[in-house]
Structures are given as C-alpha cells and as structure tokens.
C-alpha cells in the first residue's frame, strides 16, 4: 500500500506541476497575443503617421505650386505693365514729334505769308 500512496502523492504532484505548465503556457499566449496587438497598435500608428506626413507633404507641394503660380501672373503683370508704359512713351514721343512738326508747318506758313506779304518769294 506504500507504494500506492507514494505514486499518488507523485501523481498529485504531477497534475499540479501541470496545471502550473498550463498557467504558464496561458500567460505566454495572453503575453504574446498583447505584443501582437502592441505590434499590430504600432504599425496602425506609423501608417496613420506617414498618411499624415504625405498629405502634409501634398498640402506643402500645392501651396508651393501656388506660391510659383503667383509669381509667375506677378512677372507677367510687371511685363504687361512695362509693355503698357513703352506703347505710352511711344505715343507720348509720337504726339511731342506732330505737334512739333505742326508747330514747325505753322512757322514757316508763318514765314512764308509774310514773305509773300512783304513781296520777298520764299527760296
């Protein structure tokens, strides 16, 4: 009877030691699948985190555009403007020019009259 009494206390002994491996193997799945949530809680972050940094990169690259397109219809207004104040030059020296030559026509008619007033001929 002492040997029965012997393996099954080492029987008790056994299951306990068992149940305690199963514990253990529990908590080391329960641990892994927390890391694999960490892990998986982490990769979500970073995706959310360069999704966010692209668009922040779309957003800068379209205001750059924009900025590029400002100063390009700027340029292109400072050319119109420019090109506006020649042809103004232009008309300004072509009006100074007729009216100087008017004023001229007007003098020699001028001379021309008293000359011919005078009874002197014009050469």
């Not at 305690?20 to 995706?47: P, S, T, V, W």
């Not at 232009?90 to 009259?113: G, P, S």
Request: charged share 45%; glycine share 2%; with cysteine.
């Amino acid at each position: 009877m002492e040997e029965f009494t012997i393996l099954a206390l080492d029987g008790d002994e056994t299951i306990c030691d068992l149940e305690m491996l199963l514990k253990k193997i529990a908590q080391r799945k329960q641990g892994n699948k927390e890391k694999e949530e960490n892990q998986r809680e982490r990769y979500h972050q970073k995706k959310l985190q360069m999704e966010k940094l692209n668009q922040e990169k779309e957003i800068q690259m379209e205001r750059f555009k924009l900025e590029l397109e400002m100063m390009w219809q700027k340029e292109k207004d400072k050319q119109h403007e420019f090109e506006l104040y020649k042809l103004k030059v232009e008309l300004e020296a072509r009006r100074k020019y007729t009216q100087t030559e008017k004023e001229m026509e007007i003098k020699q008619a001028t001379v021309d009259w008293e000359l011919t007033r005078s009874g002197t001929k014009a050469p």
